[in-house]
C-alpha cells in the first residue's frame, strides 16, 4: 500500500513528464506502424510490378513458339510433302521419281531453316518427316531420337493441331501430317529456345531471364548462367501456388546468405516456363524490424522514415518510368500487329467487294443480283467485325475521333434497314422505324458512328428474337437553334435479360450468361462499343427489359443542327400538297407495320387508309368502286390471300382504267423468281421501308421530280464528268487490287496504267506524268511511301496528286502516309464511291478532254466556230420531263441522248406495229408485255405522261377488253408521234463529243 502510495506520488510529482513520455511512446507507435504498412504496400506493389514485366516477356516468348506451330503446320501441308505422300499412293518408286521428291522436303527443309532467323540465330535447328510406320521419310540436321521412331507417332490424332514436346532438352514441334482424311506421319522440327530471347524475351537486364523444364526446374536456355542452381530451388521458385488462376507466381528465396527475388511465368502450351531473376531483393523486409528496434528514439525514426522516403521514391519513379516505357512499346507492339492483321484481311476483302461491285454494274439477272448483294453484305459485315476491333482499341487508347458533318437521319435509318434486312428475313422478324416529326431537319454529328450503334443494337435485337417485330422509335427530346438531344428505343420481343444480367451487360467481351454465347455467338464487344461512342457523343444508353417477353434499348445523343439547310421533308410535303386529299392505301396483316407505313406517309405529308388483308381490301373496293386512292401498297406474307393474289383480285375488281398505281411490299428472299409476275405491279419496295424511299417510289407516278437528294447514296450520284479522260497511274503488287480498280476508273471513262512496285511507278512517271498516283503502301521492292518521298524530291513532281490505297485503316496509318507527302487516303476494299470522291478532290480541273455537263434543258447549240467552245445542250423536248431522264442516265447528257435515240429507234418506230399484229392474233400475253415494256421505257427517258398512258393500256389488256384496249391505244399512239417528232429532230453526235 505504501508502494503504491509511493508510485502514484512520483507519477503526481512528475506527471508532466510521464504525459511527454506516453506522447512520446504513441507518436513512436502511430509512426512505426504507418511506416510498416506502407512499406508493405510498397513490397507488393514492386512485387506484383515484378511479375508483370516478367508476364510481358513470357507473353513475347509464348507468341513465338506459336509462331513456329504455324510455320510447321504450313510446312507439313506444302506441295513437297503432299507430293511424295500422293506420288507414293501411285506406286512411285524412290528410283523413279518419289527419291526427287524426298530431296525436295529436304531442300524446303533447308531453305525455311536458313531463312527464319531471329538476330543472328537460326529458329529452327532440324527438321524429320516420318510416316505412319515410323519410317523416317525425309531429314535435315535432326538429332537421333533416344526412343524409337515410333514413340513419335499420333495415329488418333484426327484432326490438325500442334504438340510441343520436350526430348534431350531440346524443344520440338510436332504436326500430324493428314491428306485425303487420312493419316500419314509426324512432322517433327527442332527450335532454337535461344532464339526467342534474340527476338523477343530480353530481359531489362541480361543475364536475368532462363526457360526452364516446367516440372523438373532443369534449364533449357539461358543467355548466362544464374548465380544459383534453378533445380535446387525449383520448388522453391514454384511457389507460392497462384490463387487467382494465373498461371505465374513470384517468391523470394535465400542461397548462400543471398536473398533473390524470382518471378516464374508458365509458356502457354509448353512444358517450359519463364524464369526472370533479380539479385536484389525488390523490396526490403528488415527495414520494418529496424523501425520496431528505433521506434523509442523518435527523431531517428523520424529522420530514418524521410530518409528511406525519399529512397523508396526514386526507386519507384525510376521503375514507374520503366513500366511506361515497357507500356509504350507494348502498345506499339499492338498496334502493329493490329495494322497487319488489318492490311492481311483487307487486302483479299479488296478483290472480293471491288469484283463483286463490278459484277452488280453488269445488270445481273434478279437471282444473280441477290447472290451478289448477299455477297457484298457478308464481306461488308466482316469489316464491320474488324473495324469493331479497330474501334474498341481506338477508344481504348483514346484516338478515336468524331466527325462533324451534316446528315439526314432517314437516310441513316434506311442504310441500316438495307444492311440487316436480310438477316432479319431469315427469322421472319419485320423491322419498323417510327421517326417523329421533331426529327425531320438536317444534323450535324457523325453518322458513320450512329450508324455503328444502330447497326449493333438492331443486330442484336434481330440475333436474340426468334419473330415478331423489331420496332425503332426516334425523337428529339430537346431542340434548340443550332443543337438538339436525339433519343433513339430499340424494342424487341425476343428472350428478354435476365435482371441481375444488367448491370455488366455493357462490359468489353461479356454476354447475359455462358448459354446465351454457346446458342447465339458474339463476343459481347458491340455492346461495349456503342456504349463507349454514345458517352463520345455526349450522350447515355441504357436497356429495360423482362425475361421471355423483350428488350428495349435507348441512348441519347447531342447532335447539332444545321438552321441554314432545309429538311428534304419540306420539300416533299410542297410537291405532295396536291394530292393530301387522296389516301394511300396500305394493306398488311401487321398491325405495328401498318402503323409503321402511315407514320412515314404522313411524315411526306400523305394520308393512308389502312386495311388487314387482302380478303378485307377487295371487300372496301367493291362498297367504294373507283375509290380514289393515290397508291396501294400491298404486304407479299399476308395469311390467306397473299400479295400478288392480292393485286390479281384487285384488278379484276376494280373499274376499267382508273387503277392507281400498286407497289408490292415485301421481305422476300430474292431467290423467289417473281419476274413472271412482275406485270401485276409497278414497283417492289423492300422492308424496312423509310419515308424518303416511300416518296421516290411513289412521285415519279404523280408526275414529281425526284430530287437527288432523295436517292440513295450511290456511285451514280457523283459527278464524275470532270474526271472523264484523266491519266491514272495505279500502283499495286496484287493483281486483283489492280484489275478492280482500273475497272472502276474505266467504268468511268478515265485512262488507266498499272505498276507493281514504286520502282515501276517512278520509271512510268518519268515516262509520262499522269494526272494523279493511286500509290498501294505496302509492296515489294520499293513501297508506297519510299516512293512518294521520291517523287516529292523531284521540284516538277511536286504538285502532282498521290492518293494512298492500303488495307491499313489505323490513325497513326493516315499520319504516316501524310508525313511521306500523300495527298489523300482511300481504304481497302476500295469502294467506286470512295475512289471516285477522292479523285475529285484531289486532281485539277481537267481540260484535255470533254467533259459532260449536267445543265437544265436548253438547245443544242449551233455548230460552234473553230476554237469556240462547245457545250451539249438539249432542246425542249415534247412530252418529255429532260431532268427525270437524266437523273436515269446519271446525269450525262451524252448518255441520256443515246438513251433517247434508241427509244426512238425502237418503240418509237415499231410500238404501234408490234402492238396490233399481237391484237389481230389475239395474243393478249404479248401484248400486255409489249405495253408493259412501253411502260418503263417511257419512264426511263422521262416521258411520265407516255408512261402513264402505257400503264393504262396495259390494265387494259389485262382485262382484255377489246374496245378498251383501242381506245387507250389511241390515245398512246397520239402521245407517242407527238415525242418521237421531237426526238427525230435531236443531232446524233453531240457537240464537243468526237464521232465514234
Not at 967 to 990: M, Q
Request: with cysteine; glycine share 6%.
Amino acid at each position: 500500500m505504501q508502494e503504491e502510495k509511493g508510485v502514484f506520488s512520483f507519477i503526481g510529482r512528475h506527471k508532466k513528464s510521464a504525459l511527454t513520455f506516453l506522447l512520446f511512446i504513441t507518436y513512436a507507435g502511430a509512426v512505426f506502424w504507418s511506416n510498416y504498412l506502407s512499406l508493405q504496400r510498397v513490397q507488393n506493389d514492386a512485387q506484383a510490378q515484378f511479375l508483370l514485366e516478367a508476364e510481358k516477356q513470357a507473353s513475347a516468348i509464348s507468341y513465338f513458339f506459336a509462331e513456329r506451330q504455324i510455320e510447321t503446320a504450313e510446312l507439313a501441308e506444302s506441295e513437297p510433302v503432299v507430293n511424295f505422300f500422293r506420288n507414293r499412293d501411285l506406286g512411285m518408286s524412290y528410283q523413279y521419281g518419289l527419291g526427287v521428291n524426298v530431296q525436295m522436303i529436304e531442300d524446303r527443309f533447308e531453305y525455311v531453316a536458313k531463312r527464319k532467323r531471329g538476330g543472328d540465330k537460326p529458329l529452327f535447328s532440324g527438321f524429320m518427316l516420318i510416316d505412319n510406320t515410323a519410317t523416317r521419310v525425309a531429314q535435315w540436321n535432326a538429332p537421333e531420337p533416344e526412343a524409337g521412331l515410333r514413340d513419335w507417332l499420333i495415329p488418333e490424332n484426327k484432326e490438325r493441331r500442334t504438340r510441343l514436346c520436350v526430348r534431350n532438352c531440346g524443344l520440338v514441334v510436332m504436326v500430324p501430317v493428314w491428306i485425303n482424311e487420312a493419316y500419314r506421319g509426324e512432322l517433327l522440327a527442332w527450335i532454337n529456345p535461344g532464339a526467342s530471347f534474340a527476338q523477343f524475351g530480353s530481359t531489362p537486364t541480361p543475364g536475368h531471364g532462363l526457360l526452364v523444364n516446367r516440372e523438373s526446374g532443369v534449364p533449357l536456355y539461358t543467355d548466362s548462367e544464374p548465380p544459383f542452381r534453378v533445380e535446387e530451388h525449383w520448388r522453391e521458385m514454384r511457389a507460392p501456388a497462384p490463387s487467382d488462376g494465373k498461371n505465374a507466381a513470384v517468391s523470394t528465396f535465400r542461397h548462400k546468405g543471398k536473398s533473390y527475388t524470382v518471378a516464374r511465368v508458365n509458356i502457354d502450351d509448353t512444358p517450359l516456363a519463364f524464369v526472370s531473376f533479380s539479385t536484389e531483393q525488390v523490396a526490403e523486409h528488415g527495414t520494418a524490424r529496424l523501425f520496431v528496434i528505433a521506434a523509442g528514439v523518435v527523431p531517428l525514426i523520424v529522420i530514418l522514415v524521410g530518409f528511406l522516403d525519399v529512397l523508396e521514391r526514386r526507386r519507384l519513379e525510376k521503375l514507374r518510368i520503366q513500366a511506361q516505357v515497357e507500356a509504350e512499346r507494348l502498345a506499339q507492339a499492338r498496334s502493329d500487329f493490329l495494322a497487319n492483321m488489318s492490311h492481311e484481311i483487307r487486302t483479299p476483302m479488296n478483290a472480293i467487294i471491288g469484283m463483286t461491285e463490278l459484277c452488280l454494274a453488269t445488270k445481273p439477272s434478279q437471282k444473280q443480283r441477290n447472290y451478289l448483294t448477299k455477297i457484298q453484305q457478308t464481306s461488308d459485315l466482316l469489316l464491320r467485325i474488324i473495324n469493331d476491333i479497330l474501334d474498341f482499341s481506338k477508344v481504348e487508347s483514346g484516338k478515336l475521333e468524331l466527325e462533324n458533318a451534316p446528315f439526314d437521319l432517314d437516310r441513316v435509318l434506311g442504310d441500316v434497314g438495307n444492311l440487316l434486312s436480310g438477316k432479319a428475313e431469315k427469322k421472319s422478324i419485320e423491322i419498323a422505324f417510327f421517326i417523329d416529326e421533331s426529327c425531320n431537319r438536317i444534323f450535324i454529328g457523325d453518322a458513320l458512328r450512329l450508324e455503328q450503334v444502330l447497326i449493333n443494337l438492331i443486330g442484336n435485337a434481330i440475333k436474340f428474337s426468334e419473330q415478331g417485330n423489331v420496332i425503332i422509335r426516334a425523337r428529339c427530346e430537346e431542340i434548340a437553334r443550332e443543337a438538339a438531344r436525339l433519343h433513339v428505343e430499340i424494342i424487341d420481343e425476343g428472350i428478354g435479360i435476365a435482371e441481375d444480367q444488367l448491370a455488366r451487360l455493357f462490359n468489353a467481351f461479356t454476354q447475359a450468361d455462358a448459354t446465351t454465347t454457346r446458342r447465339y455467338g458474339g463476343t459481347g464487344l458491340g455492346l461495349a462499343i456503342c456504349k463507349q461512342l454514345v458517352e463520345l457523343m455526349g450522350g447515355q444508353i441504357g436497356v429495360s427489359s423482362t425475361p421471355g417477353q423483350g428488350s428495349t434499348f435507348s441512348f441519347s445523343i447531342r447532335l447539332g443542327i444545321d438552321p441554314d439547310q432545309q429538311s428534304q421533308f419540306v420539300t416533299a410535303r410542297k410537291k405532295v400538297a396536291l394530292f393530301a386529299r387522296r389516301p394511300v392505301l396500305v394493306i398488311d396483316d401487321n398491325p405495328a407495320y401498318r402503323d409503321a407505313i402511315a407514320n412515314q406517309l404522313r411524315q411526306i405529308g400523305l394520308a393512308c387508309e389502312e386495311r388487314r388483308s387482302g380478303e378485307e381490301a377487295i371487300a372496301a373496293t367493291r362498297e367504294k368502286p373507283g375509290a380514289e386512292y393515290l397508291a396501294i401498297l400491298v404486304d407479299m406474307s399476308m395469311p390467306g390471300m397473299n400479295g400478288v393474289e392480292t393485286i390479281r383480285n384487285l384488278r379484276q375488281a376494280w373499274p376499267p382504267g382508273s387503277m392507281p398505281p400498286i407497289f408490292l411490299v415485301t421481305n422476300y428472299s430474292l431467290d423467289v423468281d417473281l419476274e413472271a409476275d412482275s406485270t401485276m405491279f409497278d414497283g417492289i419496295l423492300t422492308k424496312p421501308t423509310t419515308a424518303s424511299r416511300l416518296f421516290v417510289e411513289i412521285a415519279p407516278f404523280l408526275g414529281i421530280r425526284v430530287e437527288a437528294d432523295f436517292m440513295p447514296r450511290t456511285k451514280a450520284n457523283i459527278d464524275t464528268a470532270r474526271l472523264r479522260g484523266l491519266d491514272i497511274l495505279v500502283v499495286d503488287d496484287v493483281e486483283l487490287n489492280k484489275e478492280v480498280v482500273r475497272d472502276m476508273l474505266t467504268d468511268a471513262g478515265m485512262r488507266v496504267r498499272v505498276a507493281a512496285n514504286g520502282s515501276e511507278a517512278l520509271a512510268a512517271i518519268a515516262e509520262r506524268r499522269p494526272d494523279c498516283v493511286l500509290m498501294d503502301c505496302q509492296m515489294p521492292v520499293m513501297d508506297g511511301y519510299e516512293a512518294t518521298r521520291q517523287i516529292r524530291h523531284n521540284p516538277a513532281l511536286a504538285d502532282l496528286p498521290v492518293i494512298a490505297l492500303t488495307a491499313n485503316a489505323l490513325v497513326s496509318e493516315r499520319e504516316k502516309c501524310r508525313n511521306a507527302g500523300m495527298d489523300g487516303y482511300v481504304v481497302k476494299p476500295v469502294k467506286s464511291g470512295d475512289l471516285l470522291a477522292a479523285l475529285l478532290k484531289h486532281t485539277p480541273a481537267h481540260t484535255t478532254y470533254h467533259e459532260a455537263q449536267t445543265v437544265p434543258p436548253q438547245l443544242f447549240a449551233s455548230r460552234p466556230e473553230p476554237g469556240a467552245s462547245a457545250e451539249l445542250v438539249l432542246p425542249e423536248l415534247p412530252g418529255i420531263e429532260v431532268d427525270v431522264g437524266l437523273r436515269y442516265a446519271n446525269g450525262k447528257i451524252a448518255n441520256y441522248l443515246k438513251i433517247l435515240h434508241l427509244f426512238h429507234d425502237t418503240h418509237g418506230k415499231t410500238f404501234s406495229a408490234i402492238f396490233c399484229k399481237a391484237l389481230e392474233q389475239n395474243n393478249w400475253d404479248e401484248a400486255t408485255r409489249h405495253a408493259h415494256s412501253l411502260k418503263s421505257a417511257a419512264r426511263t427517258i422521262g416521258a411520265i405522261h407516255l408512261g402513264q398512258l402505257a400503264k393504262e393500256l396495259e390494265d387494259a389488256c389485262h382485262e382484255q377488253h377489246i374496245d378498251q384496249t383501242r381506245y387507250r391505244l389511241g390515245l398512246l399512239t397520239n402521245e407517242l408521234e407527238v415525242i418521237c417528232s421531237g426526238l427525230s429532230v435531236l443531232p446524233r453526235t453531240p457537240q464537243g463529243e468526237r464521232a465514234a
